[in-house]
T-cell receptor, first 117, second 118 residues
Framework: KAGVTQTPRYLIKTRGQQVTLSCSPI?????VSWYQQTPGQGLQFLFE???????NKGNFPGRFSGRQFSNSRSEMNVSTLELGDSALYLC????????????????FGEGSRLTVL | AQSVTQLDSQVPVFEEAPVELRCNYS??????LFWYVQYPNQGLQLLLK??????LVKGINGFEAEFNKSQTSFHLRKPSVHISDTAEYFC????????????????FGQGTILTVHP
């Protein structure tokens, strides 16, 4: 079974630009979550989508947005990039339903490393 | 709101020695508990999890953790470490909603860098 795939793996942008990151979850998983990882703030939750609906959201400004498609693939977008947006962006998938041995467990991709100059 | 504190930012240890990585959490509601490992330039991999039942949980690569509800701790242990265990380890919690639902949101600790020396 293929794991979580994130593209691109590395990218460089300049301040003011926007960026779109893509995530393909494990087959059959309906929930996709996004996290930002930085040396200073650590791992922080951005948002979670389930069946194309945002079900949970972290404390990030509106410049950070996401969506999920009918095939469960997800994208996140950051507009008007700032230097502080430089980070590793991690996507995670899960079945997204209650009960069973997989409850609460997230499967992470290798991340998209964004550098903002 | 919930929070996770990993008490050691770095833990150096010699190969074949035992190791304990400490994690305390705070939450007003029931939680699920997890330990993840991150190798350089990679994503996070689940080591083990506590959902309910036995407070001693065993994971991959010989790791185990004990859930202590009274002390709100979930410390990770390994009796004998290997060079390949060198990585960053993250403790995390997710809220246990009514009915057992957890909505993909993990709150992570700041991480503990485990360095195993030969």
């Amino acid at each position: 079974k293929a794991g979580v795939t994130q593209t691109p793996r590395y990218l460089i942008k300049t301040r003011g630009q926007q960026v779109t990151l893509s995530c393909s979850p494990i087959s059959g998983h309906r929930s996709v979550s996004w996290y930002q990882q930085t040396p200073g703030q650590g791992l922080q939750f951005l948002f979670e989508y389930f069946s194309e609906t945002q079900r949970n959201k972290g404390n990030f400004p509106g410049r950070f947005s996401g969506r999920q498609f009918s095939n469960s693939r997800s994208e996140m977008n950051v507009s008007t990039l700032e230097l502080g947006d430089s980070a590793l962006y991690l996507c995670a998938s899960s079945p997204g339903i209650t009960g069973g041995p997989g409850t609460g467990e997230l499967f992470f991709g290798e991340g998209s490393r964004l550098t903002v100059l | 709101a919930q929070s996770v504190t990993q008490l050691d930012s770095q833990v150096p240890v010699f190969e074949e020695a035992p190791v304990e990585l400490r994690c305390n959490y705070s939450s007003s509601v029931s939680v699920y508990l997890f330990w993840y490992v991150q190798y350089p330039n990679q994503g996070l991999q689940l080591l083990l999890k506590y959902l309910s039942g036995s407070t001693l949980v065993k994971g991959i690569n010989g790791f185990e953790a004990e859930f202590n509800k009274s002390q709100t701790s979930f410390h990770l242990r390994k009796p004998s470490v290997h060079i390949s265990d060198t990585a960053e380890y993250f403790c995390a919690v997710s809220l246990r909603y009514a009915g057992g639902t957890s909505y993909g949101k993990l709150t992570f600790g700041q991480g503990t860098i485990l360095t195993v020396h030969p």
